[in-house]
């Protein structure tokens, strides 16, 4: 990039911070019989033996009352300010099975789901498996996570149990965050713009380098759109165990920008899912952190749904923004785990 490097204002329009606004504005709130049609519907599918991988929006209608809500939700995902807050799944009422379909059913008027890890699931469990998989991949361990983005166009939790202790979710925009480090330090953002070589945690592809050949920016624009990706831990193992990738100080000067503005009370919203209550954001606009957190032997472990969509149709962004080929998702790879071991200390 050269001296001239000015980057184009991100829309006011899609611009928030919680300084300005509260929760409120971004939640949606339907009741139990909002529900009531697609829960039949789904009652019906899980009798008849339907896996729920296998069943596409035309097998599992919203119903009158929740289609018009879902489809405001997909506007305000895709082209408003990329969060929301959706309270009223009756997770108390159903069985995990219906839970799930349930879940699945939402999704799918969404988006399209893709694979979260190389095991190939497109309904992922957030839930701690450490004590088997010590080197779980961040999703399925229970430290603290910091501010990123996931290789999807949008991500939702439904939160089925909370944890006895901790678990707190954390949502930014990367927009507002992008405009802030314009105004204070365009330096910097040049410098994110540029990008960083991805380490795929052992995710990769047979055949594909274990750090992505290319620089993948944190920010960019393409068509008029500007766009997020950021995980730091990527980042650094990258750097960490590849001699000709270099992180200066000046790198990670910009890091450190970014994530204290993430950290920032003004500019982000803090609480813990609560059972029934599902988080939705789009990946490119919106970055996500969690706190660590603890179960309790006398309660269920936390357990939240996860779903990867695809959008329709999809945002325009740079081809280099990509972390994993194939993406949207990340692509199987028979028998693997999504498991590595590092000497970064930081998810």
């Given at each position: 990039m050269s001296s001239n490097f000015e980057p184009d204002p991100v829309d006011p329009a899609i611009l928030w911070r919680s300084s300005e606004s509260n929760l409120d504005t971004f939640t949606l709130r339907l009741a139990a019989s909002d529900f009531s049609p697609l829960v039949a519907v789904v009652q019906q599918?899980?009798?008849d033996g339907r896996p729920v991988d296998s069943l596409a929006p035309?097998?599992?209608p919203l119903g009158r009352q929740l289609a018009g809500p879902?489809?405001?939700?997909?506007q305000q995902l895709t082209a408003g300010c990329g969060f929301a807050l959706v309270e009223g799944f009756p997770v108390h009422?159903?069985?995990q099975a219906e839970i799930e379909m349930l879940f699945w059913a939402v999704g799918l008027h969404l988006g399209t789901p893709v694979s979260q890890?190389?095991?190939?699931?497109?309904?992922?469990?957030?839930?701690?498996?450490?004590?088997?998989?010590?080197?779980?991949?961040?999703?399925?361990?229970?430290s603290e996570l910091t501010p990123h983005t996931d290789p999807a166009d949008l991500l939702s939790f439904l939160c089925i149990h909370p944890a006895a202790h901790g678990g707190v979710s954390r949502f930014v925009s990367s927009m507002t965050i992008?405009?802030?480090?314009r105004r204070r330090r365009p330096d910097l953002l040049e410098r994110l713009y540029r990008g960083y070589h991805y380490h795929r945690g052992g995710e990769n592809r047979p055949g594909s380098t274990a750090a992505t050949p290319h620089r993948v920016p944190v920010f960019s624009q393409h068509d008029g759109f500007t766009s997020c990706r950021y995980v730091r831990y990527y980042i650094e193992v990258a750097a960490a165990e590849d001699d000709s990738i270099v992180l200066d100080d000046v790198d990670r000067e910009a890091f450190d920008?970014?994530?204290e503005l993430a950290a920032n009370p003004d500019l982000h919203f803090e609480f813990v899912l609560q059972s029934g209550q599902a988080v939705f954001a789009n990946n490119f606009t919106v970055m996500h952190a969690r706190s660590g957190f603890e179960n309790d032997p006398a309660m269920p472990p936390r357990l939240l749904l996860r779903l990867w969509l695809s959008a329709t149709p999809r945002r325009p962004v740079t081809p280099n923004i990509a972390h994993f080929d194939g993406?949207?998702?990340?692509?199987?790879?028979?028998g693997r785990t999504p498991s590595y071991s590092s000497t970064v200390d930081i998810q």
């Amino acid at each position: 990039m050269s001296s001239n490097f000015e980057p184009d204002p991100v829309d006011p329009a899609i611009l928030w911070r919680s300084s300005e606004s509260n929760l409120d504005t971004f939640t949606l709130r339907l009741a139990a019989s909002d529900f009531s049609p697609l829960v039949a519907v789904v009652q019906q599918h899980l009798a008849d033996g339907r896996p729920v991988d296998s069943l596409a929006p035309t097998d599992l209608p919203l119903g009158r009352q929740l289609a018009g809500p879902i489809a405001d939700l997909k506007q305000q995902l895709t082209a408003g300010c990329g969060f929301a807050l959706v309270e009223g799944f009756p997770v108390h009422d159903l069985s995990q099975a219906e839970i799930e379909m349930l879940f699945w059913a939402v999704g799918l008027h969404l988006g399209t789901p893709v694979s979260q890890s190389v095991m190939g699931e497109r309904l992922g469990h957030v839930t701690d498996v450490t004590k088997t998989d010590p080197d779980a991949r961040a999703y399925r361990n229970k430290s603290e996570l910091t501010p990123h983005t996931d290789p999807a166009d949008l991500l939702s939790f439904l939160c089925i149990h909370p944890a006895a202790h901790g678990g707190v979710s954390r949502f930014v925009s990367s927009m507002t965050i992008h405009e802030e480090i314009r105004r204070r330090r365009p330096d910097l953002l040049e410098r994110l713009y540029r990008g960083y070589h991805y380490h795929r945690g052992g995710e990769n592809r047979p055949g594909s380098t274990a750090a992505t050949p290319h620089r993948v920016p944190v920010f960019s624009q393409h068509d008029g759109f500007t766009s997020c990706r950021y995980v730091r831990y990527y980042i650094e193992v990258a750097a960490a165990e590849d001699d000709s990738i270099v992180l200066d100080d000046v790198d990670r000067e910009a890091f450190d920008l970014l994530e204290e503005l993430a950290a920032n009370p003004d500019l982000h919203f803090e609480f813990v899912l609560q059972s029934g209550q599902a988080v939705f954001a789009n990946n490119f606009t919106v970055m996500h952190a969690r706190s660590g957190f603890e179960n309790d032997p006398a309660m269920p472990p936390r357990l939240l749904l996860r779903l990867w969509l695809s959008a329709t149709p999809r945002r325009p962004v740079t081809p280099n923004i990509a972390h994993f080929d194939g993406e949207p998702g990340i692509p199987p790879v028979e028998g693997r785990t999504p498991s590595y071991s590092s000497t970064v200390d930081i998810q």
